[in-house]
T-cell receptor, first 114, second 113 residues
Framework: EDQVTQSPEALRLQEGESSSLNCSYTVSGLRGLFWYRQDPGKGPEFLFTLYSAGEEKEKERLKATLTKKESFLHITAPKPEDSATYLC???????????????FGKGTRLSVIA | NAGVTQTPKFQVLKTGQSMTLQCAQD?????MYWYRQDPGMGLRLIYY???????DKGEVPNGYNVSRLNKREFSLRLESAAPSQTSVYFC????????????FGSGTRLTVV
Protein backbone atom coordinates (compact mmCIF):
# COMPACT_ATOMS: atom_id res chain seq x y z
CA GLU A 1 0.00 0.00 0.00
CA ASP A 2 1.31 3.43 -0.96
CA GLN A 3 1.90 5.68 2.06
CA VAL A 4 2.97 9.25 2.67
CA THR A 5 4.04 10.52 6.10
CA GLN A 6 4.71 14.19 6.77
CA SER A 7 6.54 15.68 9.72
CA PRO A 8 6.25 17.67 11.80
CA GLU A 9 2.46 18.02 12.04
CA ALA A 10 2.87 21.68 12.95
CA LEU A 11 5.80 24.08 12.85
CA ARG A 12 6.06 27.55 14.28
CA LEU A 13 8.88 29.79 13.01
CA GLN A 14 9.99 33.33 13.59
CA GLU A 15 10.19 35.47 10.47
CA GLY A 16 13.56 34.83 8.85
CA GLU A 17 14.12 31.51 10.66
CA SER A 18 14.82 28.90 7.96
CA SER A 19 13.66 25.30 8.35
CA SER A 20 12.62 22.14 6.48
CA LEU A 21 9.48 20.04 6.20
CA ASN A 22 9.79 16.30 5.66
CA CYS A 23 7.78 13.93 3.48
CA SER A 24 8.60 10.22 3.73
CA TYR A 25 6.99 7.86 1.25
CA THR A 26 6.65 4.21 0.33
CA VAL A 27 5.30 3.60 -3.16
CA SER A 28 5.35 0.90 -5.81
CA GLY A 29 7.21 2.80 -8.49
CA LEU A 30 7.26 6.58 -8.16
CA ARG A 31 5.83 8.48 -11.11
CA GLY A 32 5.94 11.81 -9.33
CA LEU A 33 6.07 13.50 -5.94
CA PHE A 34 4.02 16.66 -5.52
CA TRP A 35 4.02 19.55 -3.07
CA TYR A 36 0.92 21.69 -2.56
CA ARG A 37 0.15 24.71 -0.42
CA GLN A 38 -3.27 25.05 1.21
CA ASP A 39 -4.57 28.24 2.81
CA PRO A 40 -7.48 28.08 5.30
CA GLY A 41 -10.84 27.67 3.58
CA LYS A 42 -9.29 27.08 0.16
CA GLY A 43 -8.32 24.19 -2.06
CA PRO A 44 -4.71 23.01 -2.36
CA GLU A 45 -2.54 24.98 -4.77
CA PHE A 46 0.21 23.26 -6.76
CA LEU A 47 3.84 24.12 -5.96
CA PHE A 48 6.23 21.49 -7.39
CA THR A 49 6.54 18.09 -9.05
CA LEU A 50 9.69 16.00 -8.57
CA TYR A 51 10.28 12.88 -10.63
CA SER A 52 13.57 11.27 -9.63
CA ALA A 53 16.08 11.13 -6.78
CA GLY A 54 18.46 14.04 -6.80
CA GLU A 55 16.04 16.43 -8.44
CA GLU A 56 15.55 19.90 -6.94
CA LYS A 57 13.10 22.71 -7.73
CA GLU A 58 12.86 26.24 -6.38
CA LYS A 59 10.23 28.93 -6.18
CA GLU A 60 10.90 32.13 -4.28
CA ARG A 61 11.75 31.09 -0.69
CA LEU A 62 10.84 27.42 -1.25
CA LYS A 63 13.10 24.63 -2.44
CA ALA A 64 11.98 21.02 -2.83
CA THR A 65 14.39 18.08 -2.96
CA LEU A 66 13.88 14.36 -3.51
CA THR A 67 15.65 11.17 -2.45
CA LYS A 68 14.58 7.56 -2.94
CA LYS A 69 12.70 7.56 0.36
CA GLU A 70 11.80 11.14 1.19
CA SER A 71 11.37 14.70 0.05
CA PHE A 72 12.17 17.92 1.85
CA LEU A 73 10.59 21.33 1.46
CA HIS A 74 13.16 23.87 2.57
CA ILE A 75 11.90 27.32 3.52
CA THR A 76 14.55 30.03 3.53
CA ALA A 77 13.98 33.24 5.51
CA PRO A 78 10.21 32.71 5.73
CA LYS A 79 7.72 35.56 5.90
CA PRO A 80 4.28 35.61 7.60
CA GLU A 81 2.64 35.17 4.19
CA ASP A 82 4.27 31.72 3.95
CA SER A 83 1.97 30.55 6.75
CA ALA A 84 -0.18 27.72 5.36
CA THR A 85 -0.54 23.95 5.39
CA TYR A 86 1.90 22.22 3.06
CA LEU A 87 0.78 18.92 1.55
CA CYS A 88 2.92 16.20 0.00
CA UNK A 89 1.49 13.62 -2.41
CA UNK A 90 2.80 10.75 -4.53
CA UNK A 91 1.65 9.22 -7.76
CA UNK A 92 2.49 5.53 -8.00
CA UNK A 93 3.00 3.09 -10.82
CA UNK A 94 5.31 2.40 -13.71
CA UNK A 95 5.24 3.79 -17.22
CA UNK A 96 2.29 1.60 -18.25
CA UNK A 97 0.20 1.95 -15.10
CA UNK A 98 -2.14 4.61 -16.38
CA UNK A 99 -3.26 7.62 -14.44
CA UNK A 100 -3.24 6.45 -10.82
CA UNK A 101 -4.64 9.00 -8.35
CA UNK A 102 -2.45 10.94 -5.95
CA UNK A 103 -2.03 9.70 -2.38
CA PHE A 104 -1.67 12.58 0.08
CA GLY A 105 0.04 12.97 3.41
CA LYS A 106 -1.72 14.66 6.31
CA GLY A 107 0.20 17.89 5.87
CA THR A 108 2.39 20.20 7.92
CA ARG A 109 0.77 23.34 9.32
CA LEU A 110 3.34 26.15 9.16
CA SER A 111 2.98 29.37 11.14
CA VAL A 112 5.48 32.19 10.59
CA ILE A 113 5.42 34.85 13.28
CA ALA A 114 6.53 38.43 12.57
CA ASN B 1 -11.26 32.53 -14.25
CA ALA B 2 -10.38 29.10 -15.63
CA GLY B 3 -10.41 26.27 -13.14
CA VAL B 4 -12.61 23.94 -11.11
CA THR B 5 -15.95 25.17 -9.82
CA GLN B 6 -17.75 23.44 -6.95
CA THR B 7 -21.30 24.05 -5.75
CA PRO B 8 -22.57 24.58 -3.15
CA LYS B 9 -19.84 26.06 -0.94
CA PHE B 10 -21.68 25.26 2.29
CA GLN B 11 -24.47 22.82 3.13
CA VAL B 12 -26.18 21.53 6.27
CA LEU B 13 -28.10 18.27 5.99
CA LYS B 14 -30.15 16.24 8.40
CA THR B 15 -29.27 12.58 8.88
CA GLY B 16 -30.90 10.53 6.13
CA GLN B 17 -31.27 13.37 3.63
CA SER B 18 -29.73 13.13 0.20
CA MET B 19 -27.83 15.66 -1.86
CA THR B 20 -25.55 16.02 -4.87
CA LEU B 21 -22.30 17.98 -4.92
CA GLN B 22 -21.55 19.47 -8.30
CA CYS B 23 -18.14 19.94 -9.92
CA ALA B 24 -17.26 21.42 -13.31
CA GLN B 25 -13.89 22.16 -14.94
CA ASP B 26 -13.15 24.24 -18.00
CA UNK B 27 -9.56 23.15 -18.71
CA UNK B 28 -10.50 20.22 -21.00
CA UNK B 29 -8.95 17.77 -18.53
CA UNK B 30 -9.67 14.08 -18.96
CA UNK B 31 -9.48 13.01 -15.30
CA MET B 32 -11.53 14.18 -12.34
CA TYR B 33 -11.47 13.29 -8.65
CA TRP B 34 -13.43 13.66 -5.41
CA TYR B 35 -11.54 13.88 -2.11
CA ARG B 36 -12.69 14.50 1.42
CA GLN B 37 -10.59 16.31 4.02
CA ASP B 38 -11.04 15.76 7.73
CA PRO B 39 -8.97 17.18 10.60
CA GLY B 40 -5.96 14.95 11.24
CA MET B 41 -6.79 12.68 8.28
CA GLY B 42 -5.54 14.59 5.30
CA LEU B 43 -7.08 14.27 1.84
CA ARG B 44 -8.66 10.89 1.13
CA LEU B 45 -9.86 9.78 -2.29
CA ILE B 46 -13.55 8.92 -2.56
CA TYR B 47 -14.01 8.25 -6.30
CA TYR B 48 -12.28 9.22 -9.48
CA UNK B 49 -12.90 9.22 -13.20
CA UNK B 50 -9.80 8.62 -15.30
CA UNK B 51 -11.68 9.58 -18.46
CA UNK B 52 -15.20 10.34 -19.63
CA UNK B 53 -17.34 7.24 -19.24
CA UNK B 54 -15.27 5.58 -16.50
CA UNK B 55 -15.40 5.79 -12.72
CA ASP B 56 -13.48 3.94 -10.01
CA LYS B 57 -13.59 3.66 -6.24
CA GLY B 58 -10.98 5.28 -4.10
CA GLU B 59 -9.99 4.74 -0.48
CA VAL B 60 -13.33 5.71 1.14
CA PRO B 61 -16.23 5.11 -1.32
CA ASN B 62 -18.88 3.76 1.08
CA GLY B 63 -22.00 5.93 1.25
CA TYR B 64 -21.25 7.79 -1.98
CA ASN B 65 -22.03 7.50 -5.68
CA VAL B 66 -20.64 9.47 -8.60
CA SER B 67 -21.63 10.38 -12.13
CA ARG B 68 -19.33 11.60 -14.87
CA LEU B 69 -21.98 13.54 -16.74
CA ASN B 70 -19.67 14.65 -19.57
CA LYS B 71 -16.02 15.64 -19.91
CA ARG B 72 -16.56 18.83 -17.88
CA GLU B 73 -18.76 17.63 -15.02
CA PHE B 74 -18.33 15.09 -12.22
CA SER B 75 -20.93 14.92 -9.46
CA LEU B 76 -20.86 13.26 -6.03
CA ARG B 77 -24.09 12.02 -4.46
CA LEU B 78 -24.86 11.19 -0.86
CA GLU B 79 -28.00 9.01 -0.90
CA SER B 80 -28.60 8.94 2.87
CA ALA B 81 -26.32 11.32 4.72
CA ALA B 82 -24.72 10.30 8.01
CA PRO B 83 -22.89 12.43 10.61
CA SER B 84 -19.66 10.59 9.65
CA GLN B 85 -19.90 12.29 6.25
CA THR B 86 -19.43 15.71 7.82
CA SER B 87 -16.33 16.94 6.03
CA VAL B 88 -14.89 19.30 3.47
CA TYR B 89 -15.18 17.89 -0.04
CA PHE B 90 -12.77 18.82 -2.81
CA CYS B 91 -13.09 18.16 -6.49
CA UNK B 92 -9.97 18.15 -8.67
CA UNK B 93 -9.07 17.61 -12.30
CA UNK B 94 -5.93 16.73 -14.23
CA UNK B 95 -4.60 15.61 -17.56
CA UNK B 96 -3.67 11.98 -18.12
CA UNK B 97 0.06 12.48 -18.18
CA UNK B 98 2.91 11.44 -15.91
CA UNK B 99 3.39 13.92 -13.13
CA UNK B 100 0.57 16.23 -14.17
CA UNK B 101 -0.55 18.31 -11.21
CA UNK B 102 -4.14 18.50 -10.04
CA UNK B 103 -6.22 21.65 -10.06
CA PHE B 104 -8.53 21.79 -7.07
CA GLY B 105 -11.82 23.53 -6.51
CA SER B 106 -12.42 25.68 -3.44
CA GLY B 107 -14.34 22.97 -1.62
CA THR B 108 -17.79 22.24 -0.20
CA ARG B 109 -18.13 22.31 3.58
CA LEU B 110 -20.82 19.78 4.50
CA THR B 111 -22.29 19.33 7.96
CA VAL B 112 -24.66 16.44 8.70
CA VAL B 113 -26.65 16.83 11.91
Amino acid sequence: EDQVTQSPEALRLQEGESSSLNCSYTVSGLRGLFWYRQDPGKGPEFLFTLYSAGEEKEKERLKATLTKKESFLHITAPKPEDSATYLCAVQAGGLDSGNTPLVFGKGTRLSVIA
Amino acid sequence: NAGVTQTPKFQVLKTGQSMTLQCAQDMNHNSMYWYRQDPGMGLRLIYYSASEGTTDKGEVPNGYNVSRLNKREFSLRLESAAPSQTSVYFCASSEVLKGTSYTFGSGTRLTVV
